[in-house]
């Protein structure tokens, strides 16, 4: 391993755990395991990357340090969003090579095209890029949330931003998933889609949450428009490797 791949994943792990709220040491020891090494994180404090507290039992993530695991977190999380959804590939190895290896310019790329998702296949958030908040539209989304098809039009789901697993749960039982293709059929006073032959009334926030495939594709056994996505192969395992690594 390159001795940035091993700076770099400290980083990381610094920024999972400041996601749960930790900066112990000995937390950062047992996730490394085998592989922590005291050298390393003396350089990143010499570097002003991490801050070194309480005689050293706590460990946190300077200004510079984050902005620098941000970096890292957010391309990551995007290229298993990338694979996981379009590509339907191994999407957690993958999007471990791609991290250390794309430029900031390239990720926002990606996050224009895959509509500025909110959160990874593991409901992970992903950190928010420039383009993000300028909304931009340089490279036209390629996904686009539910609630701006135009009645009666259908589409191909390409994934679900949700808050927690609860709803996730509740829209995936309701055969609303990547992959499966819903009509929008009514606004007010409550909105009425359908998935699988059956019609569902939802309200705004969660509809707003599922995103689909914007490119129309002229069916040839039916002559509905639908929007379908680039790939489908492996779009069901979404909602399987969820428990995977966060």
């Known amino acids: 391993m390159s001795k940035k791949r091993e700076r ?4 990381e792990q610094l920024w999972y755990m ?5 900066d112990s040491i000995e937390s950062l020891k047992s996730s490394m395991d085998i592989n ?4 390393v994180i003396e350089e990143l404090v010499f570097e002003d990357m991490v801050e070194l507290k309480e005689g050293a039992k706590k460990i946190t993530l300077t200004e510079k340090g984050e902005d620098y695991a941000r970096q890292l977190i957010r391309a990551h999380r995007l290229a298993e969003r990338l694979l996981n959804d379009v590509l339907g590939g191994d999407y957690e190895s993958g999007a471990c090579e791609f991290e250390h290896t794309v430029t900031p310019e390239l990720v926002d790329s990606i996050c224009i095209l895959l509509g500025h998702p909110r959160t990874c296949p593991h409901g992970m958030p992903i950190p928010e890029g420039q383009c993000c908040r300028r909304s931009s539209r340089t490279a036209q989304s390629s996904v686009i949330p539910l609630v701006e098809l135009a009645i009666g039009q259908s589409a191909r789901v390409a994934y679900i ?17 990547p992959g499966a293709v819903v009509t929008l059929h009514q606004r ?8 699988e032959g059956s019609n569902i009334a939802m309200d705004e926030e969660i509809v707003s949450n599922i995103c689909v495939w914007r490119k129309p594709e002229q069916s040839q056994e039916d002559g ?18 969820r428990a995977g690594r966060k």
């Open 18 to 22: 400041k996601e749960k709220e930790d």
């Open 36 to 39: 922590y090494d005291r050298d």
């Open 188 to 195: 007010y006073p409550t909105y009425v889609i359908e998935c």
């Open 161 to 177: 931003n949700c808050k927690s697993d609860q709803q996730l749960h509740k829209i995936d039982s309701l055969c609303i998933r």
């Open 224 to 241: 509905k428009e639908t929007l379908t996505e680039p790939g489908r192969k492996g779009r069901d395992r979404f909602r399987h490797r």
């Open 8 to 11: 770099d994943e400290y980083l």
